[in-house]
Every structure is written in C-alpha cells, then in structure tokens.
C-alpha cells in the first residue's frame, strides 16, 4: 500500500513542478527561521496550494477538522492546531525537506531540487512549489492554531 501511494503521490507532484532557481537557506535545528523570499506569505493562497490535488496535493495525506474537503488523508499526521505546536521555521522546514529531520519519511520534498530519485528529465533541477509558495503554505499552516475562527 505505501508503495503504491508513493507513486501517486510522486506522479501527482510531477505534474505541478515550478521551474525556480534553488535559493540559498539555512537550517538551524530543526528550523528553517528565515523564510525563503522577502515577500510574506499569503494564508488564503496557502489554503489553496494545501487543497489544490495537482500542486501541493497536501490533503492526500494530511486532514483538517473543519476544512471544505472531501477525502482528506489519513497517511500523514492530522494538522489541526500545528501553528500553535511548531513556529513557522519549523513548519518551513518540514515543507522544504522534511527528510532533514526525518530521512525515513514518506512526504516529498517541496523545495530540494537535488539527490531525488526518479525525477523525469523534464522535471530535473526544479523544485515542486517556489518559494513564494511555500511561504504560502507556511502562513496558512500558521492560521491553523487550534482557536475558533
């Protein structure tokens, strides 16, 4: 089963991949604490990165009480009240490369263009999402704090 989920979740991610230079950022921790572009990140966009199947594709395996979605993932960790459990480096961090704090994980990597594994040539040197999107999904991870909206 996880086999085969990797390959959905690797096809479905190939799709969207973003053309972008790699930008510099450094780890500390378990944190990336500067975020990757100057421009901050927009939470509405974020939400829609998070839904949208064919680019962040996060609702495969994530959940979120309350959230206008159907078939919500159950294969990664429900994300109800992750802003209010991990500052935003730390949640940067998981989306860029999650394989830096865990190398076992079966989540992509957002933000590595380098050392993937089975990348279509087309698909090569490029990361999934920009930077400006990560920061996207970062600030709407932020907004999901555990408090009533």
Same mark, same amino acid.
């Given at each position: 089963?996880?086999?085969?989920?990797?390959? $959905?979740?690797?096809?479905?991610?190939? #799709? !969207?991949?973003?053309?972008? &230079?790699? /930008?510099?950022?450094?780890? =500390?921790? *378990?944190?990336?604490?500067?975020?990757?572009?100057?421009?901050?990140?927009?939470?509405?966009?974020?939400?829609?990165?998070?839904?949208?199947?064919?680019?962040?594709?996060?609702?495969?395996?994530?959940?979120?009480?309350?959230?206008?979605?159907?078939?919500?993932?159950? $294969?990664?960790?429900?994300?109800?009240? #992750? !802003?209010?459990?991990?500052? &935003?480096? /730390?949640?940067?961090?998981? =989306?860029? *490369?999650?394989?830096?704090?865990?190398?076992?994980?079966?989540?992509?990597?957002?933000?590595?263009?380098?050392?993937?594994?089975?990348?279509?040539?087309?698909?090569?040197?490029?990361?999934?999402?920009?930077?400006?999107?990560?920061?996207?999904?970062?600030?709407?991870?932020?907004?999901?704090?555990?408090?009533?909206?």
């Amino acid at each position: 089963m996880r086999s085969a989920l990797l390959i $959905v979740v690797s096809s479905a991610i190939l #799709i !969207g991949c973003v053309a972008e &230079e790699t /930008q510099s950022f450094t780890v =500390v921790g *378990d944190a990336i604490p500067v975020a990757l572009i100057k421009t901050v990140g927009d939470a509405e966009r974020g939400q829609a990165i998070f839904l949208d199947r064919e680019r962040g594709h996060c609702v495969l395996c994530h959940a979120v009480d309350g959230l206008n979605a159907r078939f919500q993932g159950n $294969v990664g960790p429900a994300l109800n009240g #992750i !802003g209010a459990r991990l500052n &935003e480096g /730390q949640l940067r961090l998981r =989306v860029v *490369d999650y394989t830096q704090i865990d190398p076992n994980v079966i989540m992509p990597s957002y933000f590595r263009s380098d050392n993937l594994h089975q990348v279509g040539q087309a698909y090569e040197g490029q990361t999934v999402l920009s930077a400006q999107e990560v920061e996207n999904i970062v600030a709407y991870l932020m907004t999901l704090d555990g408090a009533p909206s």
